[in-house]
């Protein structure tokens, strides 16, 4: 049977005061006597009391709660994005409150409608794409909106990011300037950064004067999908000489089916990844991978979040942390 939590009015009996004086030192303990203070906190302790913000927000209408949503939990990216988000956020006395919606748009939708019955004062999202009702509850809450990891799409309010396009068209390029005539994209979950991605590595190889070829999966990535796509990429494209992977789950996956069959690495088959996890920055040889500030992303989006909640203008609209190509030993 679930136990009854400790109301304030338990807390109230223990001390032998009324719940009035209770609820002003949850609010400022400098409100009641010090000696006061001392019996309280011992009370609170001992019940195990949880404070119960839910009509308080209801009442105030302000949370200070951002609300944040994320399409993946088991993604490395997200959790350092999360990190520079909270690093901001915790210094600043805000909390996170975190939603998960594995890349479905009509998942994102339910989520944000749960978050902003906590009355949140901020929106950190990851897409850029959302369904109507979705744009519609923004609109309609008024609060501060940040999209992350893109800095050329239309945003909704702020975003902050980087040119997914741009920079798997030059990674493409760094694989192509290595003599690989035989370059294999690698996508997953067919998200929307997945297909920018795509678009950027297709116009390298077409100025290049290549053939482009693609393996796309609906699964999530990991090393296990991307051990898949390689075995199928060598039946399917027999000619393959090199790898360039939408994240760098799927080109540690494709390394290790390389390793597995024999095959030698930058030599037989060049791989890049995107991200630059500390898996692929780590193995070797070290994976080519393009390097993304996530922690920085994060703090950035949460420094903006809050300048708007304190009513400050900020620009520009879009803030474009950049990328860095790194080579690496595998291509």
Not at 83 to 107: F, N
Not at 217 to 235: F, H, K, N
């Amino acid at each position: 049977m679930k136990k009854k939590r400790p109301v304030l009015q338990d807390v109230a009996d223990r001390v032998g005061v009324t719940k009035m004086t209770i609820s002003r030192y949850l609010r400022d303990p400098a409100q009641v006597s010090v000696p006061l203070q001392g019996k309280i906190a011992i009370a609170l302790d001992e019940l195990g009391y949880i404070p119960n913000r839910a009509p308080d927000i209801l009442s105030n209408a302000k949370s200070s709660a951002i609300g944040v949503l994320l399409p993946s939990l088991t993604n490395q990216v997200f959790a350092e994005v999360l990190r520079g988000i909270e690093s901001v956020t915790d210094a600043r006395g805000y909390q996170t409150m975190l939603a998960h919606y594995g890349y479905q748009p009509e998942r994102e939708e339910l989520r944000l409608t749960s978050l902003l019955s906590y009355n949140i004062d901020g929106l950190i999202l990851s897409e850029r794409q959302h369904t109507p009702r979705t744009l519609k509850m923004i609109e309609v809450a008024g609060i501060p909106v940040v999209e992350l990891m893109d800095s050329v799409s239309p945003c909704v309010d702020l975003a902050v990011g980087f040119d997914n396009f741009e920079a798997a068209r030059r990674m493409t390029e760094q694989i192509i300037s290595r003599g690989h005539k035989h370059v294999v994209y690698f996508g997953a979950r067919h998200d929307e950064r997945t297909l920018i991605k795509l678009k950027g590595y297709e116009q390298a190889i077409r100025e290049a004067g290549l053939q482009p070829h693609s393996i796309m999966t609906p699964r999530s990535s990991s090393y296990s999908a991307g051990a898949e796509m390689l075995r199928q990429a060598l039946v399917e494209y027999p000619q393959i000489d090199s790898v360039f992977c939408t994240n760098d789950d799927l080109a540690v996956g494709a390394v290790f089916e390389c390793q597995r069959q024999g095959l030698r690495i930058p030599q037989d088959i060049a791989v890049a990844g995107f991200h630059g996890h500390d898996i692929g920055q780590a193995m070797e040889p070290k994976l080519a991978s393009v390097l993304t500030p996530r922690e920085k992303m994060g703090q950035i989006a949460a420094e903006r979040l809050l300048a708007r909640l304190r009513g400050e203008s900020v620009t520009p609209q879009m803030v474009d942390v950049g990328f860095t190509l790194s080579p690496g030993g595998s291509i």
